[in-house]
């Protein structure tokens, strides 16, 4: 394990009223199941073999920079504002941040049930981490949300999306952070920019969440690593030396 399991008790919605999970059939991505979901991942797209915290339902390698992740039900990385209580059982495939880095994806989920969802995180403990989102809303649009949780979180619904598929950007430079998304991966648009100092090992990730559901498979394609820099503040591109 990469870090420990935490289990605590609710995205990018305030108080969710109680769900009846309905029935769902299960994923049907197709792909190489991961061999041990206890041992380290290489994923030749990653800077570094990842680790999970909590794991998934089902997990498959589809190539080299594209990868499905099944959350089981009942799997959120979310801290109430009213109360204070910590959920952080969301199946996230982690590895160690580096100081200057961009990370790209392609994510595609398979949204039953409201809060169905995939995600980019950077996570330190369950009163610090980030999370940019994917997810189907309770209104039921596709929504990209961000999540800042420095001891109080800071939740956000950033953005309405027409598909079941967006591209998200997450940008680290030391403690300055960014949130990107695109419709087609061409075309970016900034969501948000935050400083957010932590002390000790930061880690940095792509998972799955159901809070309400029964599961959700989110499946993450043309995922890209850049060590460098920022270079275009307004889409989030590394620089190019």
């Not at 995600?119 to 330190?124: A, E, G, K, T």
Request: net charge neutral.
């Amino acid at each position: 394990m990469l870090l420990p399991l935490i289990l605590a008790g609710a995205s990018c919605s305030a108080d969710r009223p109680p769900t009846q999970p309905p029935s769902q059939s299960p994923g049907q991505v197709q792909g190489k199941p991961a061999v041990s979901l206890t041992g380290k991942i290489e994923i030749k797209a990653l800077p570094s073999p990842g680790a999970w915290m909590n794991a998934p339902k089902d997990f498959k390698i589809l190539s080299e920079d594209s990868f499905s992740i099944t959350a089981s039900t009942k799997t959120d990385l979310y801290k109430d504002v009213d109360s204070g209580v910590n959920t952080a059982t969301a199946p996230m495939l982690l590895f160690p941040a580096e100081d200057t880095f961009v990370l790209t994806t392609a994510v595609a989920v398979d949204f039953k049930q409201e809060y169905d969802g995939g995600f980019l995180v950077v996570y330190s403990d369950p009163d610090h981490w980030v999370k940019l989102l994917f997810e189907k809303s309770h209104y039921g649009t596709f929504s990209v949300c961000s999540n800042v949780t420095n001891v109080t979180p800071d939740d956000s619904v950033n953005t309405d999306v027409p598909s079941k598929e967006v591209f998200l950007r997450l940008t680290r430079a030391k403690d300055v952070f960014g949130f990107y998304y695109s419709i087609d991966g061409k075309k970016w648009a900034y969501i948000r920019y935050f400083r957010f100092p932590t002390k000790g090992q930061l880690y940095v990730g792509l998972a799955s969440q159901s809070p309400a559901g029964e599961q959700c498979t989110a499946v993450f394609s043309k995922i890209r690593y850049s060590p460098k820099a920022v270079g275009d503040f307004w889409t989030g591109e590394p620089k190019l030396e």
